[in-house]
């Protein structure tokens, strides 16, 4: 659960210390990059670390209470996958897992990237290994923070303006010029927008 929800390596969450943890947040400096993440900790994960006994210095650690080492945590890692009949999924899929499903979540790849501590560019090759950036889903939530910033921001929807135009073969009325009036704008014919 630690890595669906903050979205980081094996090797920062093994070292990660309690004392990262103030009932929050996490705030970890990434060991690979040195980047570092402050990440807002959602319910379920919270839920679980408020619980969770502190046998150790370190959040995750053996069932004795003992650090981790990264040679045992994937022993015990394989053991695990096998033994729930799940194939091919390392623990370093989870990283990209908590990426998408952000995504899928309606997150922007900036407030992924804050998260998970991804460039912007590689958080764009995630989605793109997984078809994301033209997921219907994603595209309804865009177009839905659109209308509410425009609303907001009082922003006038109004019908176009221009000549009408009816097409002789089709009979569908369209406009020919585009614009919403009160602005100044250069006619196109070449464009057409279909009259609701």
């Given at each position: 659960?630690?890595?669906?929800?903050t979205g980081q390596?094996?090797?920062?969450?093994?070292?990660?210390?309690?004392?990262?943890?103030?009932?929050?947040?996490?705030?970890?400096?990434?060991?690979?990059?040195g980047v570092r993440?402050?990440?807002?900790?959602?319910?379920?994960?919270?839920?679980?670390?408020?619980?969770?006994?502190?046998?150790?210095?370190?959040?995750?650690?053996?069932?004795?209470?003992?650090?981790?080492?990264?040679?045992?945590?994937?022993?015990?890692?394989?053991?695990?996958?096998?033994?729930?009949?799940?194939?091919?999924?390392?623990?370093?899929?989870?990283?990209?897992?908590?990426?998408?499903?952000?995504?899928?979540?309606?997150?922007?790849?900036?407030?992924?990237?804050?998260?998970?501590?991804?460039?912007?560019?590689?958080?764009?090759?995630?989605?793109?290994?997984?078809?994301?950036?033209?997921?219907?889903?994603?595209?309804?939530?865009?177009?839905?923070?659109?209308?509410?910033?425009?609303?907001?921001?009082?922003?006038?929807?109004?019908?176009?303006?221009?000549?009408?135009?009816?097409?002789?073969?089709?009979?569908?009325?369209?406009?020919?010029?585009?614009?919403?009036?009160?602005?100044?704008?250069?006619?196109?014919?070449?464009?057409?927008?279909?009259?609701?």
């Amino acid at each position: 659960m630690m890595a669906l929800w903050t979205g980081q390596r094996q090797g920062d969450l093994l070292r990660l210390p309690w004392s990262a943890y103030d009932g929050e947040r996490i705030t970890l400096k990434q060991g690979k990059t040195g980047v570092r993440v402050w990440i807002p900790i959602g319910e379920p994960l919270k839920a679980l670390l408020d619980a969770a006994p502190r046998k150790g210095r370190t959040i995750l650690t053996t069932e004795a209470g003992k650090l981790w080492t990264e040679t045992g945590f994937r022993a015990s890692w394989r053991t695990a996958v096998k033994r729930d009949g799940i194939n091919g999924v390392t623990f370093h899929d989870l990283r990209g897992t908590a990426v998408t499903r952000l995504a899928l979540a309606g997150c922007s790849e900036a407030e992924i990237a804050t998260i998970t501590g991804h460039s912007m560019n590689d958080v764009g090759k995630i989605l793109d290994a997984h078809d994301l950036r033209r997921d219907s889903a994603l595209a309804r939530s865009a177009i839905q923070k659109r209308e509410a910033y425009e609303a907001s921001e009082g922003f006038a929807i109004s019908r176009p303006t221009g000549a009408c135009y009816t097409d002789s073969e089709t009979g569908k009325s369209a406009v020919k010029s585009i614009g919403s009036g009160g602005g100044t704008r250069t006619p196109d014919t070449r464009i057409m927008i279909p009259l609701l």
